[in-house]
């Protein structure tokens, strides 16, 4: 179970960066396309979602690496 455990903590790792690069490139041009509705848009995506989205994530994964759900 420790091994499957680990195998899925690094799974959510490489979510999270998986995550990262598609938001990035999908809503990169959001903040570049020169609409005021889109950059709203991308503004609440980059620096509000995507970087809880990605942290949260990050630290399942790694909680799950160092075995800190055996308690």
């Known amino acids: 179970m ?8 690094i799974a959510w ?9 598609f938001a990035i490139g ?7 396309s020169g609409k005021q509705d889109d950059l709203v848009f991308g503004i609440i995506i980059f620096f509000i979602l995507l970087p809880l989205v990605v942290t949260g994530l990050t630290i399942f994964g790694w909680y799950a690496i160092t075995d800190e759900y055996e308690d």
């Open 2 to 9: 420790n091994a499957l455990k680990k195998f899925l903590g």
């Open 13 to 21: 790792i490489a979510l999270a960066v998986a995550v990262a690069y």
């Open 26 to 32: 999908i809503f990169g041009g959001k903040l570049t």
